[in-house]
């Protein structure tokens, strides 16, 4: 049974930083590659970044110079450090991956960014 479990958001002022993890597991994590995504308020459901098996590391423009993912594969984890936060970074965060042909989420971390 794959799940992925979020932790990590919370309430930050603009400019401030938070660290999201997302533990795997039902899995061979090593072998996997890791998304995030967040929805906003207004409902829509938008990539933020990605991290391959071989750690190589992708990301929205939106978020570029700012984020930063990556991975723990003795942890079975990885991490969205955010730094430089803005009220419109406001979402909820899931992690996913597609593994098996099979598309698994978290059921998400709130992160509020209050200006």
């Known amino acids: 049974q794959v799940q992925l479990v979020e932790s990590g958001g919370g309430l930050v002022q603009a400019g401030g930083s938070l660290r999201l993890s997302c533990a795997a597991s039902?899995?061979?994590?090593?072998?996997?590659?890791m998304g995030w995504y967040r929805r906003t308020l207004g409902n829509q459901r938008e990539w933020v970044a990605t991290?391959?098996?071989?750690?190589?590391?992708r990301y929205a423009d939106s978020v570029k110079g700012r984020f930063t993912v990556s991975r723990d594969n003795a942890k079975n984890t990885v991490y969205l450090q955010m730094n430089s936060l803005k009220a419109e970074d406001t979402a909820v965060y899931y992690c996913?991956?597609?593994?098996?042909?099979?598309?698994?989420w978290g059921q998400g971390t709130q992160v509020t960014v209050s200006s």
């Open positions: 991290i391959t098996s071989n750690a190589n590391t």
């Open positions: 039902g899995i061979n994590f090593r072998f996997a590659a």
């Open positions: 996913n991956t597609v593994w098996a042909s099979r598309d698994y």
